[in-house]
């Protein structure tokens, strides 16, 4: 069984670590704080230009919920025809009505409009009211993914849920396991859940590298980046299951 490993890319830095410690593929995003939103123009096409692995950018215009405005989805569609002209493997989607559903419409004008590149729907699914419900909405759709903490904070928390919507899945669609993966927990969540690929950000925080600092602005110039040890443990950790 091949089991693939996906890794956060929030800089281009990121990026690179996460390819040579053995990542399969990178989801790209910009502000981390905010649980990711779509990166700029410039950030996508380094990535592209950078990496051979699969890449798949978040197009998310905001942080917040996943109930958008129309000027929202405008913004949404705009960014998939990028991710499309830079020659992006897939993106990576998630929208849902006010009452906690797939919002079905807007999102296979999505899927339709990114094709000939994948499509993963991501955490926005932890958000629904009703998973089971959600699960085949989506796959009627046509995403081939789902991202899911299991509707719990962190996959090992929602465990049980994955395993369940692992089932129901019966290979129509793949369910990612993502949110405090690790190599400590990424063999028993394979194990327990059935699922064959895994979501990681392998996150470490980067001091600044400036030498002077202007202590008076009682700022925090900690920046995001992979855990390179981390990407290989799990990467190696998979290889052998």
Not at 17 to 43: K, M, V, W
Not at 113 to 130: E, I, Q
Not at 131 to 142: D, R, T
Request: hydrophobic content about 40%; aromatic content about 6%.
């Amino acid at each position: 069984m091949s089991i693939q490993l996906e890794i956060i890319g929030f800089n281009i830095a990121g990026c690179r670590i996460a390819q040579a410690a053995g990542a399969n593929r990178i989801e790209l995003c910009d502000n981390p704080a905010e649980g990711g939103t779509t990166p700029s123009y410039g950030f996508i096409k380094a990535a592209r230009e950078l990496l051979n692995i699969q890449l798949y950018p978040m197009i998310n215009p905001r942080g917040g919920d996943f109930f958008y405005t129309d000027d929202d989805f405008n913004i949404m569609k705009t960014d998939i025809k990028i991710c499309k002209e830079l020659g992006c493997d897939g993106v990576v989607i998630g929208i849902l009505t006010a009452d906690g559903s797939i919002d079905q419409k807007r999102t296979a004008q999505l899927v339709e409009l990114a094709y000939p590149m994948g499509v993963t729907f991501h955490r926005a699914f932890d958000r629904c009211a009703n998973p089971f419900e959600a699960l085949e909405k989506i796959i009627e759709i046509g995403c081939e993914r789902i991202l899911t903490s299991g509707q719990q904070p962190t996959a090992p928390e929602g465990v049980t849920l994955l395993t369940d919507l692992i089932k129901q899945a019966d290979n129509r669609i793949i369910i990612m396991p993502g949110s405090g993966v690790r190599s400590d927990n990424i063999v028993q969540l394979a194990q327990q859940t059935g699922a064959t690929q895994f979501h990681s950000s392998a996150r470490i925080w980067q001091n600044s590298s400036m030498q002077y600092i202007n202590d008076s602005m009682n700022e925090n110039l900690q920046s995001v980046s992979v855990d390179e040890e981390e990407v290989r443990k799990m990467a190696a950790l998979i290889r052998e299951l």
